[in-house]
């Protein structure tokens, strides 16, 4: 599903006091770059101000959705009462990105809110690779869900070290299909993605441990599997764009 982000992450600000919604744009073939130039223009101008939405926009690098744009508003209630196809922020969309859009293609406009108490924000300065982590849970399995999300935020900021990027929860509220949530990572790097699982996860796990009994982590993680529907648990990468977000 991008830093969540002035990197995704202004987040903490924007995302914790607005409401969210996302949506998928297919970009014409070879026409990326001018989409994310344009693309940014139009944010820059239309979407830095107190008061207006903000934009976080992403590349999506892996399952069905690879290559295309996956781009985020923060907004509020009256901004999204207001919303006028025919505003001058429209208007320059659709004449200045539109044309580098495939057929028209922006589909999937889904509602979202912003978990604070089970997100973990620190230092996400050049942590433009995201991980994101897809959930579908049953009813029945939700305080067992969230109590591990709980836990992993309690256990990250109880590490002697932090980690680098930040951990954003974000629950869907209109579009998705039953209980859906995502947790997005923020790594520098595949790489740093890599070395935060060998050197710094075995040290959260650890933390967890000491902090909710010897393998707790191990134990709540299986009651997450059974909280789980079928097939409810999935894995995108993304890249986020500044050049074409909010500042």
Same mark, same amino acid.
């Given at each position: 599903?991008?830093?969540?982000?002035?990197?995704?992450? !202004?987040? @903490?600000?924007?995302?914790? !006091?607005?409401?969210? !919604?996302? #949506?998928?744009?297919?970009?014409?073939?070879?026409?990326?770059?001018? =989409?994310?130039?344009?693309?940014?223009?139009? @944010?820059?101008? =239309?979407?830095?101000?107190?008061?207006?939405?903000? =934009?976080? !926009?992403?590349?999506?690098?892996?399952?069905?959705?690879?290559?295309?744009?996956?781009r985020m508003r923060g907004s509020n209630a009256e901004y999204m009462d207001n919303w006028d196809s025919n505003s001058e922020e429209s208007k320059y969309w659709q004449k200045n990105v539109g044309p580098y859009i495939a057929n028209g293609s922006v589909n999937g406009m889904y509602m979202w809110n912003y978990v604070g108490e089970m997100s973990h924000n620190v230092d996400s300065e050049g942590q433009n690779h995201v991980m994101a982590l897809v959930y579908k849970f049953k009813d029945s399995g939700e305080q067992? =869900?969230? #109590?591990?999300?709980?836990r992993i935020v309690a256990a990250r900021?109880?590490?002697?070290?932090?980690?680098k990027g930040s951990m954003h929860s974000i629950i869907c509220t209109s579009g998705c299909n039953g209980n859906t949530a995502l947790i997005l990572f923020e790594y520098e790097s595949y790489s740093g993605q890599q070395n935060?699982?060998?050197?710094?996860?075995?040290?959260?796990?650890?933390?967890?441990?000491?902090?909710?009994?010897?393998?707790?982590?191990?134990?709540?993680g299986s009651k997450v599997d059974k909280a789980l529907v079928d097939n409810g648990r999935g894995r995108l990468h993304l890249r986020f764009i500044p050049e074409a977000s909010s500042n």
């Open positions: 599903m991008k830093n969540i982000l002035i990197l995704i992450l !202004t987040l @903490t600000v924007s995302f914790a !006091t607005s409401q969210i !919604t996302t #949506r998928t744009i297919e970009v014409k073939a070879g026409q990326m770059e001018k =989409f994310i130039e344009m693309a940014g223009k139009k @944010t820059k101008k =239309f979407n830095n101000e107190e008061g207006a939405a903000r =934009f976080w !926009t992403y590349e999506i690098l892996t399952g069905s959705d690879a290559g295309k744009i996956w067992d =869900f969230w #109590r591990f999300r709980e900021k109880a590490m002697d070290t932090q980690p935060y699982n060998q050197e710094m996860l075995p040290k959260m796990i650890e933390k967890y441990n000491e902090l909710y009994g010897n393998d707790a982590y191990e134990q709540d």
